[in-house]
């Protein structure tokens, strides 16, 4: 069991691990916090570019045509999970300190990658699932920061000011809307050069997360934040996984969806994007902020991986697995 375990974490998720210790031993200091936070805006700015470029507006219309099944994975990324979050951090068992970046964690869209992945793996509807997955995204550019304008100032976050929403265009909707515009010049480019894209996808992502935790420990984060708030958080994001993967279910079942697009449902309606939600915490929230509110996030971003590798073999074990055959009747044994 705990073989399989180990299986499932993948290096990038003890990379994060890595430099959170990083950051907590090591925070930049001096001309060095300057320095990361331009290193992380342009990371941010080329992530953005890159996603934009890697857009298939071919695949898309592929799987555009289950709108059903769009409409409710939106619904449970924006609506289902936000009310989840509300409750959870309105309850009063989650510490004050951490229920913001869970509230914050609630409002951000569905992943890419591992969507995609795991729905391949799963046997699923690829095409539907890039298609889910990438609107969810690009939604979640305008969807999250106005839920956040929302939602997030009673519970002590932040408005959305005229400064808030300059950099989310300038730094986030920009170049992706210019990576998208330039795809058909540098698409194959970029489609050809997998490696060089992933170490962006996820250096970009540890770039931002040291700079953010290194601040929020330079704030006294860990004083802040015990041994024991943080496992209750791990315990309340296992909780509202479990929710999410349990009512996606449902919804399936209560849809008609076809199993492949069942599938769909269960990974694309369930996730949250780290990679959203590190650059629109830094645009959000105050630099002293930012590493409690993401703690949540990591914790969410890495108990998704495991469970849903789990989930996915096993999918796909069932999907791989011969149907029965029903016995014939003595009567028709007999038959010539």
């Not at 005229?162 to 480019?189: E, M, N």
């Not at 050069?193 to 953010?212: E, F, M, N």
């Not at 694309?268 to 629109?280: D, I, R, W, Y």
Request: proline letters at 6%; a positive charge.
């Amino acid at each position: 069991m705990i073989r399989r375990l180990l299986a499932t974490i993948e290096p990038y998720v003890l990379m994060l691990l890595a430099t959170v210790l990083i950051a907590t031993l090591l925070p930049p200091r001096g001309v060095g916090v300057r320095f990361f936070d331009i290193a992380a805006d342009t990371a941010i700015v080329a992530l953005f570019f890159v996603h934009g470029a890697k857009l298939s507006r071919s695949a898309l219309l592929a799987g555009a045509r289950h709108w059903r099944l769009h409409a409710a994975i939106l619904a449970t990324s924006f609506v289902l999970f936000p009310l989840l979050g509300l409750i959870l951090a309105g309850s009063g068992l989650v510490a004050p300190n951490l229920a913001t970046g869970l509230l914050f964690l609630t409002l951000l869209p569905s992943t890419v990658q591992s969507s995609i992945a795991f729905t391949a793996i799963a046997r699923g509807n690829v095409a539907a699932a890039v298609c889910s997955a990438s609107l969810s995204n690009l939604l979640g550019i305008a969807v999250t920061p106005a839920l956040a304008a929302l939602l997030l100032p009673g519970t002590g976050g932040v408005a959305l000011s005229f400064d808030s929403v300059r950099t989310i265009v300038l730094q986030l909707l920009v170049p992706f809307a210019a990576g998208h515009l330039l795809r058909p010049w540098i698409g194959d480019w970029i489609a050809a050069r997998k490696r060089l894209v992933t170490t962006l996808d996820r250096g970009s992502i540890l770039l931002v997360v040291y700079t953010a935790f290194g601040a929020a420990v330079s704030e006294g984060l860990w004083s802040r934040v015990g041994a024991g708030e943080l496992a209750a958080l791990v315990g309340w994001c296992a909780l509202l996984l479990a929710l999410v993967l349990a009512l996606t279910g449902v919804m399936a079942r209560a849809m008609k969806l076809a199993p492949a697009d069942a599938v769909v449902m269960r990974f694309c309606g369930s996730k949250k994007s780290l990679a959203t939600g590190v650059p629109m915490a830094g645009v959000l929230f105050p630099p002293a902020q930012v590493g409690v509110v993401l703690l949540p996030v990591m914790v969410f971003h890495q108990l998704q991986l495991i469970a849903c590798a789990f989930l996915a073999r096993r999918l796909a074990d069932a999907a791989d697995a011969p149907m029965p055959v029903a016995p014939m009747s003595p009567a028709a044994q007999t038959l010539p």
